[in-house]
């Protein structure tokens, strides 16, 4: 195994380990903030594991633009042997937006939470409910 390809499988074992641990604090903490926290962390770590998935490791990955608007065929075959796959790229910086956007309304709903119950705790507000 070369050193590049131990990087990059070192990469994808701590992304996934920083993915798991977000999704257990995702499923476990009962405390509303520590969720909303955790998922925005599993949603970042998503989005880096899509960057790495586009990742080439060349010397020299080139951008994806090609020079010409009628390539040849000996053109495109380099360019998509060469070049760095745009689609990713694409898909985190939209995730990255809804990402921003779901964590806002998620903070919101914790700060109504809090008015309502004086608590983040959704245990106690499902016990608060109750009685209600």
């Known amino acids: 195994m070369s050193p590049e390809e131990a990087i990059v499988t070192y990469l994808y074992a701590a992304l996934f380990a920083v993915f798991a641990i977000a ?43 090609l020079p ?21 790229q694409v898909l985190v910086i939209t995730a990255i937006v809804i990402n921003m956007a779901v964590t806002a309304l998620l903070a919101f709903l914790a700060i109504q939470v809090y008015r309502l119950y004086n608590t983040l705790d959704y245990r106690e507000v499902l016990k608060l409910r109750r009685w209600s």
């Open 23 to 65: 999704v257990y604090g995702v499923v476990v903490k009962p405390n509303i903030l520590k969720k909303i926290i955790a998922l925005s962390i599993l949603g970042d770590t998503a989005n880096t594991i899509m960057i790495l998935l586009g990742y080439r490791t060349l010397a020299k990955p080139l951008p994806p633009i």
């Open 68 to 88: 010409t608007l009628t390539p040849a065929k000996e053109l495109i075959k380099e360019f998509s042997m060469t070049s760095v796959d745009p689609i990713p």
